[in-house]
């Protein structure tokens, strides 16, 4: 019987650790777009006013450019398909998104239930590569996206965790 447990679980994991990634070649949000982004390095996760704060780390890869001037955004969602969509997300100045490094990003926009989708959107001709995308919300806990791809210009790149219930 443990041996019987012990192969289920191995299944189970190996099914959830290689899920595919989605490549969205036309992207139309559906949801109010004045979400608001502030880069801080707090994790205030409270709800207020219909709104909720999230927290975003994004980890760059070592085999990116040392700096980047291409437009990130991204977009996360829940089963119910419930989104957050923050147009951009860099800023080439202050250094965001360079070699080896991880952002952490609070973001404010429309509550949602548990985040299970996360897509990523590069325009630009550094070839930006992100390696891992964590996302807090505010009752739920932390989701890990692995990428360590470069993100197809004026294309979504992202992953689907949602249970196809």
């Not at 959830?16 to 139309?28: D, G, K, N, Y």
């Not at 777009?33 to 704060?53: D, F, R, V, Y």
């Not at 891992?132 to 965790?161: E, S």
Request: glycine content about 4%.
């Amino acid at each position: 019987m443990k041996t019987l447990t012990l192969i289920l679980t191995f299944i189970i994991i190996t099914t959830f650790s290689h899920a595919t990634p989605t490549l969205i070649t036309q992207f139309q949000p559906q949801m109010n777009q004045s979400s608001m982004l502030n880069q801080t390095h707090q994790q205030n996760e409270t709800k207020h006013s219909g709104s909720c704060n999230y927290m975003v780390n994004i980890k760059t890869s070592c085999n990116s450019p040392s700096y980047t001037k291409d437009e990130i955004s991204l977009l996360f969602a829940d089963a119910h398909d419930s989104q957050v969509y923050v147009p951009r997300l860099d800023d080439p100045d202050s250094g965001t998104f360079e070699q080896c490094t991880t952002n952490e990003l609070e973001i404010l926009g429309p509550c949602i239930k548990k985040i299970c989708k996360l897509y990523l959107f590069r325009n630009g001709t550094d070839g930006w590569i992100p390696e891992t995308v964590t996302a807090y919300d505010y009752d739920n806990p932390p989701v890990k996206f692995y990428y360590n791809v470069d993100i197809p210009k004026d294309a979504g790149y992202g992953y689907n965790y949602c249970d196809k219930a």
